[in-house]
């Protein structure tokens, strides 16, 4: 169970990265709440597709090897359900060192920049969003758990 959430979380990790790297890129106004703690907002019609995407890729990032675990062997709704929460905190883990850390912390390439935008500095904002995304995490996984029970 342990290389099964290992590997998808990698996999859906990539996904999601490069679904934020494509929004930081083309549509950098996405972030504007998350760069300004709250303090701008993004337009709607830009954020909620972005929003939509990354939470699909997280949410059939948890499906997927809880439904393979089904598939295989008869493992139980917890069992289900401590996969799916494995694959959605990778996402989270490789969301606060890659991307938020590493990525836009450290190196803080030119296209994350916004004009007029300060850098957020530390890392507050980000461990808010990765305790954030625990629970949201959660959820996932109980919904993948649900779907993928026996009927």
Do not use: C
């Not at 709607?44 to 995407?53: G, Q």
């Amino acid at each position: 169970m342990v290389a099964i959430t290992l590997v998808a979380g990698a996999i859906a990790s990539l996904v999601v990265m490069f679904l934020v790297f494509l929004a930081w890129r083309f549509t950098p106004q996405v972030w504007l709440a998350d760069i300004t703690e709250g303090r701008l907002k993004p337009p709607l019609k830009i954020a909620i597709p972005v929003t939509v995407a990354i939470a699909a890729v997280m949410l059939g990032g948890a499906i997927a090897p809880a439904w393979y675990l089904a598939a295989v062997d008869e493992v139980s709704f917890f069992q289900r359900f401590l996969v799916a929460w494995g694959v959605t905190l990778f996402i989270n883990v490789v969301d606060l060192v890659i991307i938020d850390w590493l990525i836009y912390v450290k190196i803080y390439p030119t296209w994350m920049r916004l004009e007029g935008i300060e850098k957020l500095e530390g890392m507050r904002p980000h461990i808010d969003g990765f305790v954030s995304g625990l629970w949201i995490g959660a959820g996932f996984a109980a919904i993948a758990a649900l779907v993928t029970m026996p009927v």
